[in-house]
């Protein structure tokens, strides 16, 4: 990925994660992206249980 694509993703606000999947063959992106929810969810949880 070169500056230019990066500067062009920067402006459309592209995420880390869509970037990735399109060098990537597979479907491996929608497995990380449900993982990445989880353990936001999890984290969350943890954090108002622990009073954090």
Known sequence: MGREEALKAYEQNVSALAIAAQFFPGSWATYVGVALNI??????????????
Do not use: L, P, Q
């Open 39 to 52: 353990f936001a969810v999890m984290t969350a949880f943890f954090g108002v249980y622990f009073r954090f």
